[in-house]
């Protein structure tokens, strides 16, 4: 895998187009535990993105995700505008000036988002949040010295198995936490999002190596 800045931009497009196809389903499951916006307001950041990076494949991958980081804390309403741009702003804060990333990279970038997350929406594993999405996925990735395609997917799985995880625990964050107990049965809106973008990237890498 060797992903340049014009590659980087063809993923958070593809992220886009994903989460814009997964716009109503996100609000649906918001509307249940949370402010019922969380599908419109990713849509609408991630659409501010793309316009906001498209002339950008002259950059270094760090700029484009910090970019994306900082147009999403500016456009994206609730919490998810400070937890989705902080964890873009860390990964390009990681990546640096670099122009072509790789496999390892990846991994370094995930570990990144994972911690401005935390740090940010003082969240852990547990509490029916992104996290719960995001950290299985970081956790298959540091199990191998080396991170591939085919540990990438079984990442992206374990994401998925952590949407699956949130509908049988109390949400302790956000809004949905004012429900207690009657928020069990429903899947974190966030941890859903999250799956969709690592899905997105995976499927993007994919189209790379086809």
Same mark, same amino acid.
């Given at each position: 895998?060797?992903?340049?800045?014009?590659?980087?931009?063809?993923?958070?497009?593809?992220?886009?187009?994903?989460?814009?196809?997964?716009?109503? %389903?996100?609000?649906?499951?918001?509307?249940?535990?949370?402010?019922?916006?969380?599908?419109?307001?990713?849509?609408?950041? %991630?659409?501010?993105?793309?316009?906001?990076?498209?002339?950008?494949?002259?950059?270094?991958?760090?700029?484009?995700?910090?970019?994306?980081?900082?147009?999403?804390?500016?456009?994206?309403?609730?919490?998810?505008?400070?937890?989705?741009?902080?964890?873009?702003?860390?990964?390009?804060?990681?990546?640096?000036?670099?122009?072509?990333?790789?496999?390892?990279?990846?991994?370094?970038?995930?570990?990144?988002?994972?911690?401005? $997350?935390?740090?940010?929406?003082?969240?852990?594993?547990?509490?029916?949040?992104?996290?719960?999405?995001?950290?299985?996925?970081?956790?298959?990735?540091?199990?191998?010295?080396?991170?591939?395609?085919?540990? %990438?997917?079984?990442?992206?799985?374990?994401?998925?198995?952590?949407?699956?995880?949130?509908?049988?625990?109390?949400?302790?964050?956000?809004?949905?936490?004012?429900?207690?107990?009657?928020?069990?049965?429903?899947?974190?809106?966030?941890?859903?999002?999250?799956? $969709? $973008?690592?899905?997105?990237?995976?499927?993007?890498?994919?189209?790379?190596?086809?």
């Amino acid at each position: 895998m060797a992903v340049n800045s014009a590659k980087l931009i063809e993923i958070i497009n593809l992220i886009a187009d994903d989460i814009n196809a997964n716009k109503e %389903f996100l609000t649906e499951l918001d509307s249940a535990i949370g402010d019922a916006d969380h599908g419109i307001n990713m849509s609408k950041g %991630f659409k501010a993105v793309t316009e906001k990076i498209s002339a950008m494949a002259d950059k270094d991958c760090g700029s484009i995700l910090k970019t994306t980081g900082m147009t999403l804390v500016s456009t994206v309403g609730g919490a998810s505008g400070p937890l989705y741009g902080t964890a873009f702003m860390r990964a390009g804060q990681v990546v640096g000036n670099k122009t072509e990333l790789n496999y390892d990279d990846l991994l370094v970038i995930l570990e990144a988002a994972l911690a401005g $997350i935390k740090m940010r929406g003082k969240a852990e594993k547990g509490e029916k949040t992104i996290v719960d999405a995001l950290e299985p996925a970081v956790e298959v990735l540091r199990s191998s010295s080396s991170v591939d395609a085919k540990l %990438f997917e079984k990442a992206v799985e374990a994401a998925k198995d952590g949407v699956e995880y949130t509908k049988g625990i109390i949400a302790k964050k956000g809004r949905a936490s004012y429900l207690g107990e009657r928020s069990i049965g429903h899947q974190d809106p966030g941890a859903t999002s999250t799956y $969709i $973008i690592l899905a997105a990237i995976h499927k993007a890498l994919n189209e790379k190596s086809s």
